[in-house]
């Protein structure tokens, strides 16, 4: 039976100060429940974020990740210096990292392998463009990524693995793919999976949809059965909407 993750992505938002005061409200409205949730956030929080939440079920995340261990890579963070401060989760490939920092399928395929070097849990991103979801190609497109980025992984592996599915059209324009959307493109990648690996393997990979998720249209999104949980942007930055999203 698959859990329900929802993860808070705080991409480059928030001082140190305001991580803490962030942490503490959480904390406080946080309860014990029967969905997994995690914030990813920047590398300079991180170790704020695991001492505030000790104790909790609160997990912590990055949202990023260099695939060598160490090296002449100014700026870059490894697995093994993550792994180090206790990071549970890394976002692997978002949209924004492809589309500005020149992150392809093959990079995100190195940085899957280095982190199931570790214990730390890849969120791999995939999702398709207005225009190609206007060409009516998405499908083909996220099926691409899928198999690119998950090139030479082991179906043990996969069966790890969280797959966040984004239109990137969705992402911080207020739009929102209709959860029958998602739902279907939950649903084609699951069949990837699938096709992939096995049936048992598509049916243990939690799939998180991503875009424009807030209080309102979340419980719609999390009642879709393809659909295991939500990659949270901007509303993840507010505790109480963040919780009103976990409470769907």
């Not at 500005?100 to 463009?129: Q, R, W």
């Not at 029958?180 to 243990?204: F, H, K, V, W």
Request: proline share 4%; charged share 25%; glycine share 8%.
């Amino acid at each position: 039976m698959r859990i329900p993750f929802i993860a808070g992505n705080w991409k480059m938002f928030k001082s140190r100060i305001e991580t803490v005061v962030f942490a503490r409200e959480f904390k406080e409205l946080y309860k014990d429940t029967d969905v997994r949730t995690a914030i990813c956030a920047p590398y300079v929080h991180l170790d704020t974020l695991k001492a505030v939440f000790e104790g909790t079920q609160i997990k912590v995340g990055a949202q990023n990740v260099h695939f060598e261990d160490q090296g002449a890579f100014t700026g870059e963070v490894s697995a093994l210096m993550l792994e180090e401060i206790g990071v549970d989760y890394c976002i692997v490939g978002h949209s924004e990292r492809r589309q500005y920092f020149a992150e392809t399928d093959e990079t995100v395929n190195k940085k899957l392998h280095k982190l199931f070097e570790t214990s730390i849990v890849p969120i791999m991103c995939v999702g398709e463009v207005l225009e190609q979801r206007e060409a009516g190609t998405e499908a083909e497109v996220v099926k691409k990524q899928l198999h690119r980025g998950l090139a030479g992984i082991r179906e043990e592996q996969i069966k790890k693995l969280v797959i966040a599915y984004e239109p990137v059209w969705a992402i911080g324009t207020g739009l929102t793919a209709s959860p029958l959307q998602a739902e279907e493109m939950c649903g084609i990648i699951r069949n990837t999976i699938d096709d992939l690996y096995s049936p048992e393997a598509g049916d243990s990979v939690i799939i998180q949809y991503g875009g424009s998720v807030k209080p309102a249209n979340a419980s719609e999104i999390m009642n879709m059965p393809q659909i295991d949980g939500c990659l949270v942007g901007g509303a993840s930055l507010e505790p109480v909407d963040f919780m009103q999203i976990i409470d769907f």
